[in-house]
């Protein structure tokens, strides 16, 4: 009930009480509520109401409220926060006494007094008593316990006058006992098991004002936290991602935290800690993330700790690799140093190579000695290969090579030992002379193996050509190498010069002779060694010839016999070491040969003259056949083998025509078995094609059986007749068809079906176009089918009215009747549609 409907009820019986009261004649004042001692809690509103009890109420003037010290009680200012206590008026005659809140302080007497007739003086006087209802101070609804210890359920009341408590669990009453004790301010509850959880009920209650109140408070038994113990340390590898879970157990379930020098690792870089089932991730491990960690658990009832280590295994990093420079046959000695946890062991390889140096002296070359030593405070691992009597072959690249449990890494860029050795001509003392001829200039290169570098000078006649000025004699420096430019304007130029080299470790000397460069003698000799009707093949010995001057051809000159000058003789050259072959030749016809070297010189003398005739026209000579076989045991036939089952792709060269041309090739192919390295012919299972010849001399055969044998007869052909057979066993491969042919037939098959398709496409592309036009604008082939059927219609309802007209019953409803009819069957139609 708020402020208001208390003053409305209030206003009510005052009023119900003042109709009581006009009875009375004696005038006085009346308080309502008419108890004299009104009893009242704190913190409760209160309105009494003060009116007079006489004949003519016109008469009472200075009506007001007092209180206990006398002072008059001031009206509400409107527009301003009502006090707590302050008066109001009802009507001229009624003044209100409001206490917005009762308090101890305002316990006592309040007069109400007015002037009656400017004569008599009247004053009525209540009682207000307070007293404090029961309030719970400090009592929760959810209390927590924890297990194993002393705990007070909290309960505090106050009440005025005091209330007196007493305790339920469950709806029983709690009495004092070693388990149970009731205090003051609670219930104790000794050693406080799991057991104790449960409904707690706090009763209260004031003897003296009936007051009753209850608190129903839930406790529930908490366990502090316990770690499960961790392994005393971890490993994590640098770079990688690692994880190590803590589990803890308690009630509530406690939330975990990892602390690594009181900082929260969940906060860190990189690092991800899950509070609920206590993992913490590292994605990307550093060296740094080694150290002591503790893994914290809480809850409500407590902490727990637990620590571990975490040792990070530190990749190897190598950051120091020394080039170095060594004389030839001093003492190498290569270091390379590496960084990493555990510390790395170093060792060296030579570039290109996977075998590495063992530590020590080396059992393959007692020169070679690998040293590692191990330092644990810095991290550093050192490796260091020594060469003693170092020899050129030691020069080169070496891969420094370190390793640990984290892994390896190779030194990058690689060492290089680099041996300086004095100038050698070792790689020039096989090279030829060098020709020159009709005064061409010619290059006598001359380059000297040697670290550093050699210098070059050149002596002709032990004379320093640079000192010489001779116009004839040019030097070209490029580097380490020095060209010598000689001119032989005269026949003394022909000499040896001396190419000299000097470094820091030596001086070495090479002799360079330049000759004159003649043309070859003629040539040896020149056999025929096959003779057809058109074509001859030579055998030729050439002439001995200088080094550095090599034959670089050979030229045939050739006319038929009856013919005495060369004049008009034909040519033919071939470069060495190929097939000597004169062809083009007529049949039966005496041929004059003569041959002649080439050089870089020129054309040599010609030979002696040899005569060689041609045979008659004959047939072809035997085609040779270039599919290659597949490796067979002595004795045994060789067979082609064919990648396809069902076919076999035949090649050959095409053989001399013997004067008439080949116009095609006869294959004969039979199917047949090899039994005991014997060939048995199937009979009458034989295929004979006929291949024209025209510029390749290939041929397919298809339609052959998976994994069978075949004897291949191969016959060129020419107006004169067939050649020699040539034969090839053959066999074709297992299983199915190659995958050529399958996809060929799925392509067809695909091909096939894409074509039905689009035609069946098109059709019902064309009759939804017609369906259209027929239900837009009435044309098209589907409207013409619906015209002659409306037109068969139209022809019948005619009959019938002719049958109507002639049988005389020309009612104009019939008439009527007939033409509806005949537009519903073309409504009915045209909706069908």
């Known amino acids: 009930m708020n402020l208001n409907q208390f003053i409305f009820l209030f206003t009510t019986i005052n009023l ?66 009502p006090p707590i206590i302050y008066t109001e008026s009802l009507n001229v005659n009624q003044l209100m006494l409001v206490i917005t809140s009762l308090s101890e302080s305002l316990a006592g007497y309040f007069y109400c007094s007015a002037s009656y007739a400017n004569s008599e003086y009247l004053e009525e006087k209540v009682k207000i008593e307070t007293f404090v209802g029961i309030t719970f101070r400090d009592a929760p609804d959810y209390q927590n316990p924890t297990l194993n210890t002393d705990y007070v359920v909290k309960c505090i009341v106050t009440a005025s006058p005091p209330a007196s408590i007493d305790w339920m669990r469950n709806g029983d009453a709690i009495k004092s006992s070693e388990k149970f004790i009731i205090k003051h301010d609670g219930l104790l509850i000794k050693n406080v098991q799991e057991s104790d959880d449960g409904i707690y009920t706090c009763r209260a209650a004031v003897i003296q004002t009936g007051e009753l109140a ?62 609920h089932n ?52 001093g003492e190498s000695t290569l270091v390379c140093k590496s960084r990493g946890w555990p510390v790395p062991t170093v060792t060296f390889r030579r570039y290109g190579s996977m075998d590495e140096f063992r530590q020590g002296s080396q059992d393959d070359d007692g020169r070679i000695t690998l040293e590692q030593t191990i330092d644990n405070e810095i ?71 040697a670290f550093p570098n050699a210098t070059i000078e050149w002596r002709w006649n032990e004379r320093l050509v640079r000192e010489m000025h001779d116009k004839f004699l040019r030097i070209v420096e490029d ?72 034959i670089k051809s050979y030229t045939a000159q050739y006319k038929e016999e009856r013919s005495l000058d060369w004049t008009y003789a034909l040519n033919r050259t071939w470069t060495p070491d190929t097939p000597y072959v004169v062809e083009n030749l007529r049949p039966q016809t005496m041929y004059t040969f003569r041959f002649s070297a080439r050089n870089d010189v020129g054309l040599g003398q010609w030979s002696a003259i040899r005569v060689q005739g041609t045979p008659s026209r004959s047939v072809p000579q035997s085609p040779k056949i270039l599919n290659q076989f597949t490796h067979q045991e002595e004795g045994e036939i060789p067979i082609a083998t064919s990648i396809y089952a069902d076919k076999f792709e035949m090649t050959w060269s095409r053989p001399p025509d013997n004067g008439e041309p080949i116009d095609f090739y006869s294959i004969k192919y039979c199917p047949g078995s090899k039994i005991n390295n014997v060939w048995n012919e199937i009979g009458n299972m034989c295929n004979e094609i006929n291949y024209i010849a025209y510029t390749f001399s290939n041929q397919v055969l298809k339609d052959l059986t998976p994994d069978s044998y075949y004897q291949i007869e191969l016959r060129a052909h020419n107006a004169i007749g067939f050649s020699l057979p040539t034969h090839i066993y053959m066999r074709t491969a297992k299983g199915e068809l190659k995958r050529e042919q399958a996809v060929e037939e799925r392509i067809a098959i695909s091909s096939f079906t894409i074509i039905t398709i689009s035609i069946v496409g098109i059709i019902l592309l064309v009759i939804l176009i017609d369906l259209l036009c027929c239900v837009t604008n009435n044309v098209g082939i589907i409207a013409l089918i619906f015209q002659r059927k409306s037109h068969v219609g139209a022809t019948r309802l005619e009959r019938d009215e002719r049958r109507v007209l002639t049988n005389g019953r020309t009612e104009k409803r019939e008439l009527i009747n007939l033409n509806q009819r005949h537009n519903d069957e073309i409504i009915g139609k045209h909706s069908a549609v």
């Open 16 to 81: 119900f009480s003042i109709f009581e009261c006009q009875m009375s004649k004696e005038p006085r004042l009346e308080i309502l509520p008419n108890q004299s001692v009104q009893r009242r809690p704190v913190n409760k509103p209160l309105v009494l109401t003060c009116s007079p009890n006489v004949e003519q109420k016109e008469l009472i003037t200075d009506l007001k409220w007092k209180d206990s010290y006398n002072n008059t009680i001031n009206p509400k200012q409107y527009g301003s926060q």
């Open 214 to 275: 209850e608190r129903a408070i839930r406790l529930d038994v908490q366990i502090k936290p316990t770690v499960e113990p961790l392994e005393y340390r971890y490993e994590a590898v640098e770079g990688e991602e690692f994880s190590v879970k803590c589990v803890a157990t308690g009630k509530p379930p406690p939330l975990i935290q990892w602390i690594k020098d009181q900082k929260d690792m969940s906060l860190a870089d990189r690092f991800s800690v899950v509070p």
């Open 278 to 329: 206590g993992q913490m991730s590292i994605s990307r491990v550093d060296e740094f993330d080694r150290g002591v960690y503790k893994c914290i658990a809480k809850n409500n009832a407590g902490i727990a700790e637990e620590e571990t280590r975490i040792d990070v295994v530190v990749k190897p990093k190598i950051f120091q690799l020394i080039n170095i420079t060594v004389p030839l046959h």
């Open 379 to 449: 991290w550093e691992g050192t490796g260091t290969l020594y060469i003693t009597d170092t020899l050129r072959s030691d020069d080169g690249l070496y891969q420094c090579v370190a390793r640990n449990k984290g892994g390896e890494t190779f030194g990058l860029p690689h060492g290089h030992i680099a041996v300086e050795y004095p100038p050698n001509f070792d790689h020039m003392k096989d090279l030829p002379p060098v020709f020159s001829w009709e005064e061409r200039e010619a290059n006598l290169s001359c380059m000297a193996m």
């Open 479 to 550: 580097g380490p190498r020095s060209d010598l430019m000689v001119t032989p304007a005269d026949r003394r130029y022909y000499s040896n010069y001396k190419c000299i080299a000097v470094n820091k470790l030596g001086r070495e000397e090479h002799i360079m002779e330049l000759r004159e460069g003649r043309l070859p003698p003629p040539v040896a000799q020149a056999k025929p060694i096959d003779v057809t009707a058109t074509t001859i093949t030579f055998e030729i010995i050439g002439p001995a010839y200088e080094p550095g001057l090599p």
